[in-house]
């Protein structure tokens, strides 16, 4: 029987979760990382370092709600599937280290294609030092799904809490925004061949680069309020931010970080780049608050100065946060109206 | 509109989210237990025992391959996600501390059905000190699922390996074996009228007790070799104990610890309840090594005087750890006929 058309309902679990962690190589193992022992026990037992804090979260991935298998790739299911649990860890201004991966798999899914699931977990778990330590692995009848929980550390000093932003700060955004929506938006109106026409927002979407280096050259800054990562777009990221800190914000949509292609694209599909920074959700980047007062510029040049140097990615500094009696997010248009922006999640249920 | 009406899809993420947080009540805050940030950020945020042993696993249960809706209750559903998860930190003799709980919804389920499951999650976790600290909600369009991810702390010397076991050790067996598939066997036969029959075996099923109090008792006697929770049938526990150890193990079927009730209920079904206990699975009982050599019978019996009056649960003496060319378990039949077993999971992916 040749591999590649060997199914799920062919195999043993046994002989599929050994086939996975063949895969995985060396981001299954993970000696000197703090892993006593992975995948291969009831639970993992690791080791973290002492007097750090703890970061734990989970992100899952439903086939059709959150993926389209005409659109990407295995590899890269797995890699998003790890990428947006990074970028969690990153909003909190910590280390990713160990992560577990359930899988829900169709019978007739092929192994092949599971392997590479797995391919792509392993090569972003590499790129960031974060080891497979263990998971589950369960008949899902109709859909794929992955749900995967990191863990993390961070330096006690260093942790960035939402509720972390003050009166006066500056609001900072990294990277660009709107990339991922595009993406989205032109691999809906043309399939496969969006890619030829806007490779960096396809991947944008397709493949998000969390955080994970940006965030901590910004909290080894010591200037970092509250900090977010932009998954639900930048209205919903900066409400969660002043309802967690009790206080509000306003930014200018003319500072938004919003590239010409995806300007462009907008045009071409006749939508609006601004809803798409807004509301389009999944950039991956972080929106952050840095003190302000006297010489804040000029500090807010100089993170953005060594971000830039440190990682490539750029710093805009989009907005402020000021006091009010309720927390609310404004927008100053670039017509100069200042308009409220409500954040997602409470229209009907998404589930995103 | 009256709340048991309520669907999923009438309601806006946030706002489901604000009432599960206000069903989970104080097992999902939990200041003093290491809390520093629970739901509601982008991970959360924890401060676990200097020099403890962290152990993290995930189990997930999938609709109508883990649970049955005509069978199960909303909360013993919940019970059961968290259940079978203090199980695994239980098997490597820990103590569970957080969970974070993935929830896959339909979007035409009733809200008052999602916080049945939350009721259940909040009963048990309250239980056993455990604070719900994140987690992801989605939707699911087919089917129910839930993820739940647990991490606990184990004393650096208390952590039971599958693979401390060494030759001479006694296998010793927590509680009773082959009541949740009785359970099941009866319900798949009878419905909800099995509890009338067999409330036990029905309660065994539906809602398994995590042998976390008697963990921490086998392993405080620091008399523990191996251990495992029995999810999936002693033959492949057993299994799992001596492929890590690079031993064999025998035990006597005759010495399993088989209810007198389940016994009536596979002779009124035609089931054989020996079959139940080896492949079964789903008791999480604990089965464990302790070390063997002189006055070792003694010191059993001691244990399990000890684990009796602590916790109420009994302890067999089924087997003996023994060294082979080959990892192999042996059952001595009740015709002193000698049969190897083999694992479950060896067969087609049934994903369980």
Chains 1, 2 share one sequence.
């Not at 060396?26 to 892993?35: C, E, I, L, R």
């Not at 002492?50 to 298998?69: K, N, P, S, T």
């Not at 260093?158 to 709107?178: F, K, N, P, Q």
């Not at 940006?214 to 919903?236: F, P, R, W």
Request: proline share 4%; aromatic share 6%.
């Amino acid at each position: 029987m040749r591999n590649s058309k060997l199914r799920v309902a062919d195999i043993a679990e046994a002989a599929l979760i050994e086939r996975l962690v063949g895969v995985l190589g060396p981001a299954g193992q993970g000696s000197g990382q703090g892993v006593l022992r992975g995948i291969g026990d009831d639970a993992a037992v690791l080791q973290n370092v002492q007097g750090a804090r703890l970061l734990a979260a989970c992100d899952i991935l439903v086939e059709g709600v959150h993926f389209d298998l005409s659109f990407s790739s295995p590899e890269q299911i797995g890699r998003k599937a790890l990428a947006v649990n990074l970028s969690d860890i990153a909003a909190m201004g910590g280390r990713p280290r160990w992560a577990l991966v359930t899988l829900g798999l169709k019978p007739q899914l092929e192994v092949s294609f599971v392997e590479g699931i797995y391919r792509g977990i392993a090569e972003i778990a590499g790129e960031y030092g974060v080891v497979i330590v263990g998971g589950d692995t369960t008949a899902s009848p109709d859909r794929l799904l992955i749900d995967v929980c990191i863990l993390g550390e961070a330096n006690r000093m260093e942790v960035a809490y939402r509720s972390g932003a003050r009166e006066g700060d500056m609001i900072l955004v990294t990277g660009s925004l709107a990339s991922s929506a595009a993406g989205l938006a032109l691999l809906q109106e043309k399939g496969r061949d969006a890619e030829k026409e806007a490779k960096e927002l396809v991947e944008a979407h397709l493949s998000p680069v969390p955080r994970v280096k940006e965030a901590a050259v910004l909290v080894q800054s010591g200037l970092v309020g509250a900090m977010n990562d932009i998954s639900d777009g930048l209205a919903t990221e900066l409400w969660e931010i002043v309802q967690a800190s009790g206080c509000s914000a306003r930014f200018w949509a003319e500072r938004l970080p919003i590239p010409p292609l995806v300007q462009q694209v907008a045009a071409e599909l006749g939508a609006d780049p601004l809803e798409w920074a807004l509301y389009g959700g999944e950039d991956y980047e972080l929106v952050l608050t840095v003190s302000g007062g006297k010489g804040s510029p000029l500090r807010a040049r100089r993170l953005a100065y060594k971000l830039k140097r440190a990682t490539g990615t750029g710093l805009s500094f989009i907005g402020r946060i000021f006091s009010t009696r309720d927390s609310k997010v404004e927008m100053v248009r670039s017509d100069e109206e200042v308009v409220e922006l409500s954040p997602r999640g409470y229209d009907h249920f998404s589930g995103r």
